[in-house]
């Protein structure tokens, strides 16, 4: 245990820099870190150092050194301790830092394996700060991995609504590039809070992947489902047939309406198509959107035979959302809740290109999500599921 002499008020820090410049950046974080640690833990026992008061909920006991490799390189910490009841340990440590840890090791591994180039190279130099060797990436990843297990392994609950997804990353598996399937799902519970309850990336046959990712949910707690809400992804429905054959499915109305474009013959008759199909979905009830569709299909049995077809067989799927409040309806008939998650994964999956396996990617995503799930948990209610 060490005790901790440094000036740390937020004025020292900005000397520093004054004084040295960009190369007193390092110093001038420890002492923002430092000082912001000792606030929390502050709050953490109730009370000031020192100070006399029946609230407080345990001692401070001194400081802890702690190195952290940051993008200005390694800094030295004082982790301040306590002793007492409260448990007690320092968010800045670990707040918005696992994803980051997740996309250097991805980035390493591949450095380490023999796949990098000198692009990765300069990349990893300068997120990391400095060079990792193998057993250094080994080490850290059997942490990160155990930690990321536990929250994809943890258990679940209720959930009225459930909302699938899955896009693609490149991975490299036995000397060839290959399409990773990420698969996803998030679910709305009863208070009507959301949270991303799993996600599974493999290389297997899209129905069996769908199937066993379904069956974990299951196997976890996952129940009380009312509706499903995905698009038409691969293997999906065969999947929920399989798993939960008694849940109502809705198609998402957001791809239906682009899947469309690809059934309409003539180029000038797509807008006019487009906001047919959105006034359809934007019907008052259900008896209207069947009415819609119906005037779809007689304007366009001659001039687009091939798009009534596709009407006809697939645009009910998406009119299960009009079974539920209209309150509701707006939020459960796309999966487009989905597309932050998807572009904060696009976001961090591009600097790396390229995954050297199935397990690096589910790394990285695995801990951007549950930075995303935490805000989520604790943000405001997303959808009123009680109407």
Known sequence: MTHQNDNNQPGSAVQHILENGIDGIAEALRLIINKAMQIERAQALQAEPHQRTDARKGYANGFKPKTVATRV??????????????????????????????????????????????????ILKELCGLDISSTQVSRASAELDEELHKWRSRPLGQIKALLLDARYEKVRIDGAVRSCAVLIAVGIDPEGKRSILGVSCKLSEAEVHWRDFLSTLQERGLHGMEIIVSDQHSGLRAALQARMPNIPWQRCQFHFQQNAVAYVPKAHMREEVAREIRAMFNSADLAEAKRRLKNMVEKYRESAPKLVEWLEANAEECFT?????????????????????????????????????????????????TEINDEWETGKIYLNMTN
């Open 73 to 122: 390189g390694e800094i030295c910490l004082s982790v301040p301790q306590v002793r007492g009841e409260v448990d007690f340990y320092p968010s800045a440590l670990e707040k918005g830092l696992r994803s980051e840890r997740a996309l250097n090791l991805a980035i390493a591994e591949m450095y380490v394996q023999g796949v990098s180039t000198r692009k990765v190279t300069n």
């Open 321 to 369: 959302v009009f079974t539920r409040p209209e309150t509701q309806r707006r939020r459960l008939r796309t999966t487009n809740g989905l597309e932050r998650l998807n572009k904060e994964i696009k976001r961090r999956t591009r600097v790396a290109t390229l995954f050297p396996n199935e397990k690096s990617l589910e790394r990285l995503v695995t801990a951007l999500l």
